[in-house]
């Protein structure tokens, strides 16, 4: 029967400060080789200040070894991985190389994932950045009303309703119309 794991509360405040830092909670568990589940268990319960951790006992050198060689075990697991499932990537272009790493962000560390296609961090995250840069943010983000033909617009419809709509029913015929435009430029 195998025994349950039991993990000291720096351990478990430490894999909770990584998910809240803003790395991927699955990203995580796999790299400190713990189930996804019992990591999401620790985020949350020490979001609520209740995370507790299993008796300090001193750790003797030798477990300290093997915690060591479990992390690099599961390093070299996702090296390997990633090898295996970028085959083709590695004698493509760095664009491609750039695009691969970003479809499986879910799956690895961007910085294992870089190491290991030769992708240099600064040149990643510039083509990231261009890449938002040249996508539009919205479908027709671009088409914004000028203040003078807002104005004409409010000015027939409050001639058309006799002065009686408020901003609030103003941006609602305007929206009806088909004229999108912000509540507080009404």
Known sequence: MKRRARYTLEYKLEAARRVKGGQVAAVTAKILGIPKQTL?????????????GAVDKPVSPAQM?????????????????????????LRSGIKLKYAWIASNIKHWPTSLAREMLGVSTSGYFEHMRRKGANKPSKPGANNRISNEALLA?????????????????MWKELVARGIRVGKERV
């Open 65 to 89: 070894a093997q915690a060591k060689l479990r992390a690099e075990n599961a390093r070299r697991r996702m090296e390997r991985d990633i090898l295996g499932k970028s085959y083709g990537v």
């Open 153 to 169: 617009h409010v000015r027939a419809i409050h001639t058309e309703v006799k002065q009686e709509y408020g901003w609030p029913k």
């Open 40 to 52: 999401e268990n620790w985020v949350r319960l020490h979001g609520k200040g209740q995370l507790k």
